[in-house]
């Protein structure tokens, strides 16, 4: 079955330390988002990738760096300059045909990422 | 800029009772679409509807439909016979058309519908 698949569900993180959260589809699709999510605050984008090796920051991408080397993978890290990195992490992908598209975004299971 | 505002912040209902979740945008753009995505407690994010901007039809999925007013920037989710498995937080979320348009979507946030038996 064709889907998104996000490693770890769970990921603790040290002060200081940088970590790096799985995304991989098998959909064929173009374009990959990360989005965080708060309590109460619904879903922020940080990143997103239209095609391999180019993406573009989202509304919260301070202390977050992603690459686009392959078209099924796009990998978050959270660097030590994020402050405040607990959060729970989603990922999602869509067709993308263009600023014409229209085409609605599947998402992962989500990684829920803790500071230790 | 575009938001998305979800002023419920949690609702209930009895199981085959119906239920409406309220969603209102601002926006200055005429082209653009609207979601709603479900997040039961498994947390994954499912597509329930959407509406494109330029139809006056309102959506309907099954149970699901939607009541979309433009001119008022409304646009709320109705779930007939509301079953158990409807417990989840619902997210209303918008997304341009045409110039401008990343894919990105722009998120209320959030409102947690509790089905009671």
């Known amino acids: 079955d064709g889907g998104i698949t996000q490693s770890p569900k769970y990921l603790f993180r040290k002060e200081g330390q940088n970590v790096t959260l799985s995304c991989e589809q098998n959909l064929n699709h173009d374009a990959m988002y990360w989005y965080r999510q708060d309590p109460g605050q619904g879903l922020r984008l940080i990143y997103y990738?239209?095609?391999?090796?180019?993406?573009q920051k989202g509304d919260i991408a301070e202390g977050y760096s992603v690459s686009r080397e392959k078209k099924e993978s796009f990998p978050l890290t959270v660097t030590s300059a994020q402050k405040n990195p607990t959060a729970f992490y989603l990922c999602a992908s869509s067709i993308w045909s263009g600023v014409s598209s229209n085409q609605p975004q599947h998402f992962g299971d989500g990684t829920r990422l803790s500071i230790l | 800029a575009q938001t998305v505002t979800q002023s419920q912040p949690e609702m209930s209902v009895q199981e085959a009772e119906t239920v409406t979740l309220s969603c209102t945008y601002d926006t200055s753009e005429n082209n653009y679409y609207l979601f709603w995505y479900k997040q039961p407690p498994s947390r994954q994010m499912i597509l329930v509807i959407r509406q494109e901007a330029y139809k006056q039809q309102n959506a309907t999925e099954n149970r699901f439909s939607v009541n979309f007013q433009k001119a008022a920037k409304s646009f709320s989710l109705k779930i007939s016979d509301s079953q158990l498995g409807d417990t989840a937080m619902y997210f209303c979320a918008f997304m341009k058309h045409g110039s401008g348009n990343t894919g990105k979507l722009i998120f209320g946030q959030g409102t947690t519908l509790q089905v009671k038996p």
């Open positions: 990738s239209q095609i391999v090796n180019d993406f």
